[in-house]
C-alpha cells in the first residue's frame, strides 16, 4: 500500500513537472506557483501546528526570514539556491533563539505570544526598510516563470516528503503523544521540549525556504510583506480545513483555498476570507478533522451501501 | 527631545483611557467564560463603523451613537454567544480555550472581509464640527474630544464596576468567574452569566469602537492591531478589577509615548509587544490569574 502511494506520488510529480513545457499561459503557471508555495507553507506549519498541536500564530515571521535573506543575497549575486539555504538558516536560528521561551507558553498562549513575535519583526522590517524592493532590469530581463515553478514544485514535494516521514517517525509519533497530553507524554518518557524545538526546527526551515523561493519568484514588493501575518492564517486556514495533522490535508486545502480565492478575486477582492472564515468556524465545532475526515466518512458510508 | 516629551505623555495617557477599555471587554469574557476572543479587536472595529454610518447617514454624534452602538453590539453578543461561543464552553479549560482562540481567529478574518465589502478598506474617522477643538495648559496641547473620550472610557469602566458589584446578574458573573460549578450548585444560572458577560464585553468593545472612530481613526483592519493592544493590557494588569485594567491601558499608553519619544514613533507599537512576549514568558502558568 505505502509503495503504491510513494508511486502514485511520483507520477504525479513527473506529470506536473512537464507542464510548463506544455502549458504556456503565465496565468496557469503563476497559479499552480501560488498553489505549490501554499502547500509548502501550510505543511510547514502543519508540522508544529498539526502534528505537535501548538498553534504557531507568529509562522510569518520564518518565512519573511527566509524571502529577506535570500533576496538580499541572490540580488548581491549570491546563487540562488546558496541563497535560500541561507535564508532557512538564519529562520532556524531565530526559531532556536525564541523557541526555548516560546515553548514555555502553553496552548493559547504560544498563540497569543508567537503572533506577537511576528508582530514585533514585521515592524520592525517595515521601519527600517520602508522601500520596496524591486529586481534589477538585468534580471528582469532573463525572468523565466517556469523556473521558479519547477523551484516551487521542489520544495513542496520536500516539504509533503518531510511530512510524510515525519509522520511515521518517532519524531512523529513523540510529537503526537504531546498533542495529546502533554504531561502523559512527559512521564513516559518522551523529552517534550527537544521534540518540539525539532519540530520547530523542521517546520521553520521549510517556512524559510518557502519564503527565498517567494523572494525569487516576486518581482516587486515591500520587505515586510512577507512577514505580514496574512501569511500565517493562510497557512492555518489550509491546514485546518484541509484536515489539520494530516499528511494530505494541506495540500487539499491549499488547492481549494487557492483555486476559490483566484476565482472570487475575479469580483470580490478579499471575499473569499469571508466563506472560509465561516467554513474554518464550521470545520472546527463541527468537523476537527478538515475536508480528509470528510472525504473519509464518505467513502466509509459510500463502501456500505 | 525632551521638549516633546511632556507634550506625548499627555496623548499617550489620552489613548491609554481607550486600550483600558478595549480591555475591559475582552478581560471580561476572558475572566468569567474562559474564552479567549482574539476577535474582539473586529468587534471594536464594527463598533467604529457602526458611529461612522450613523454619523455619515443620519447625522448623529458620534458621542449621542454610543446610546446606540452599545445596545446594537450586545445584541451581536448574544447572537456571537448562541452561535459560536456557547458551544465551546461545555470543554474543559485548556481545550476551551484553544477552541475559542481559533474560532476567534476565524470569526475575526470573516468580520474583517465582510468590512472590507461594507465600507471598503480606506481609513476613516468622523470630523465633527468641534474635531479641532483644544485646550492648551502649559504649553501642553489636549484635543478636547480625545479628553473626552479619557473621560467616557473611565465612566463607561466604572459603570460596569457598579454593575458587576451591585447588580444581581452582575454577582452571578462573578460567582461563575470564581467557581462556575460551586455557582451552579448555589442556583446560579451559569449559562445566562456566561450569556451575560459575552454580550456585556461586546458591549464595551462596540463603545470603545466609537471613541476610537471620533479621536483617531479606523479601518476594516485594524481588528489585529486592537485585539493585541487589548491582550498587553491583560498582561500588565491581570484579571479581575476593571479599574485596574483601565490603570493598565494607561501604562501601555504612557510607555508607548516613552518609546516613540527615545527610539522614534515607529517603534511604538514594538515596546507593548516585548512587554507583552516578555511578561508572558515569564509568568506562563500565573499570568492571567488575579
Known amino acids: 500500500m505505502t509503495a503504491a502511494r510513494w508511486a502514485a506520488g511520483l507520477v504525479v510529480l513527473a506529470l506536473l513537472a512537464v507542464v510548463p513545457l506544455v502549458v504556456k499561459r503565465d496565468d496557469i503557471l503563476n497559479f499552480l506557483v501560488l498553489t505549490l508555495l501554499t502547500i509548502t507553507l501550510a505543511q510547514s506549519w ?94 528582469i530581463a532573463t525572468y523565466r516563470l517556469a523556473t521558479r515553478y519547477w523551484l516551487a514544485l521542489g520544495l513542496a514535494a520536500l516539504a509533503v516528503i518531510a511530512v510524510a516521514w515525519l509522520a511515521g517517525s518517532r519524531l512523529g509519533l513523540g510529537l503526537q503523544a504531546i498533542r495529546e497530553d502533554e504531561e502523559a507524554a512527559e512521564s513516559t518518557g518522551v523529552g517534550v521540549l527537544r521534540l518540539k524545538l525539532l519540530a520547530l526546527v523542521l517546520s521553520t526551515a521549510l517556512a524559510g ?31 485546518f480545513i484541509g484536515g489539520v495533522g494530516t499528511l494530505h490535508g494541506p495540500i487539499l486545502g491549499a488547492v481549494f483555498y487557492v483555486l476559490l480565492k483566484e476565482y472570487l478575486a475575479i469580483r470580490w477582492v478579499d471575499f473569499h476570507l469571508l466563506i472560509f472564515g465561516a467554513l474554518f468556524i464550521a470545520i472546527v465545532l463541527l468537523l476537527p478533522g478538515g475536508l480528509v475526515e470528510a472525504g473519509a466518512t464518505l467513502r466509509r458510508l459510500v463502501r456500505r451501501s | ?50 458611529a461612522f454610518w450613523l454619523f455619515a447617514l443620519s447625522g448623529v454624534d458620534p458621542f449621542a451613537s454610543l446610546v446606540f452602538v452599545i445596545p446594537a453590539m450586545i445584541v451581536l453578543g448574544s447572537v456571537l454567544y448562541w452561535s459560536l461561543f456557547g458551544w465551546i464552553v461545555r470543554y474543559h479549560e485548556e481545550t476551551r480555550i484553544k477552541n475559542s482562540l481559533l ?120 481588528g489585529l492591531e486592537w485585539t493585541l493592544k487589548a491582550l498587553i493590557v491583560i498582561v500588565l494588569a491581570g484579571l479581575g478589577s476593571m479599574f485596574g485594567t483601565f490603570a493598565g491601558g494607561l501604562v501601555l499608553g504612557i510607555a508607548e509615548a516613552v518609546s516613540a519619544t527615545v527610539f522614534g514613533g515607529p517603534y511604538r507599537e514594538v515596546v507593548g509587544l516585548v512587554i507583552f512576549f516578555v511578561v508572558l514568558v515569564a509568568r506562563p502558568q500565573g499570568l492571567f490569574a488575579k
Not at chain 1, 107 to 118: C, D, K, N, Q
Not at chain 2, 20 to 36: I, M
Not at chain 2, 151 to 180: K, M, P, Q, T
Request: glycine content about 14%; aromatic content about 10%.
Open chain 2, 103 to 222: 474560532i476567534g481567529f476565524g470569526l475575526a478574518l470573516a468580520l474583517h472581509a465582510l468590512a472590507v465589502r461594507l465600507w471598503t478598506a480606506d481609513e476613516r474617522s468622523i470630523t465633527t464640527s468641534y474635531a479641532g477643538a483644544v485646550v492648551e495648559i502649559a504649553g501642553i496641547t489636549i484635543p478636547l474630544v480625545r479628553l473626552a473620550s479619557l473621560v467616557l472610557a473611565f465612566a463607561l469602566i466604572g459603570g460596569l464596576h457598579l454593575l458587576l458589584a451591585r447588580w444581581r446578574w452582575g454577582r452571578a458573573i462573578r460567582a461563575a468567574a470564581d467557581d462556575w460549578e460551586a455557582a451552579l450548585m448555589t442556583g446560579i444560572d451559569v449559562r445566562r452569566a456566561y450569556l451575560l458577560a459575552f454580550a456585556l464585553g461586546t458591549g464595551l468593545a462596540g463603545a470603545a469602537g466609537v471613541l476610537v472612530s471620533v479621536g483617531y481613526s479606523i479601518s476594516p483592519s485594524i
Open chain 1, 46 to 139: 502543519n508540522i508544529v501546528g498539526g502534528y505537535a498541536g501548538q498553534v504557531n500564530l507568529g509562522h510569518a515571521a520564518f518565512f519573511g526570514l527566509g524571502a529577506l535573506v535570500t533576496r538580499t543575497l541572490w540580488i548581491a549575486g549570491t546563487p540562488v539556491l546558496a541563497a535560500m539555504i541561507a535564508g532557512a538558516a538564519v529562520a532556524v536560528a531565530f526559531a532556536l533563539a525564541v523557541g526555548g521561551a516560546a515553548f514555555r507558553l502553553r496552548g493559547a498562549y504560544f498563540a497569543i505570544g508567537t503572533l506577537a513575535l511576528g508582530e514585533i519583526l514585521r515592524i520592525t522590517v517595515n521601519n527600517t526598510l520602508p522601500e520596496i524592493s524591486t529586481l534589477p532590469m538585468t534580471t
Open chain 1, 209 to 239: 525556504l518557502a519564503g527565498g523561493a517567494f523572494a525569487y519568484y516576486h518581482i516587486s514588493y515591500y520587505p515586510s510583506h512577507p512577514f505580514g501575518p496574512h501569511w500565517t492564517f493562510d497557512a492555518v486556514l489550509v491546514t
Open chain 2, 1 to 50: 527631545m525632551m521638549a516633546v516629551l511632556p507634550q506625548q505623555l499627555v496623548l499617550g495617557l489620552l489613548i491609554g483611557g481607550l486600550y483600558g477599555l478595549a480591555a475591559a471587554g475582552l478581560s471580561l469574557v476572558f475572566g468569567v467564560l474562559k474564552v479567549l476572543n482574539v476577535a474582539h479587536g473586529e468587534l471594536i472595529m464594527l463598533g467604529g463603523y457602526g
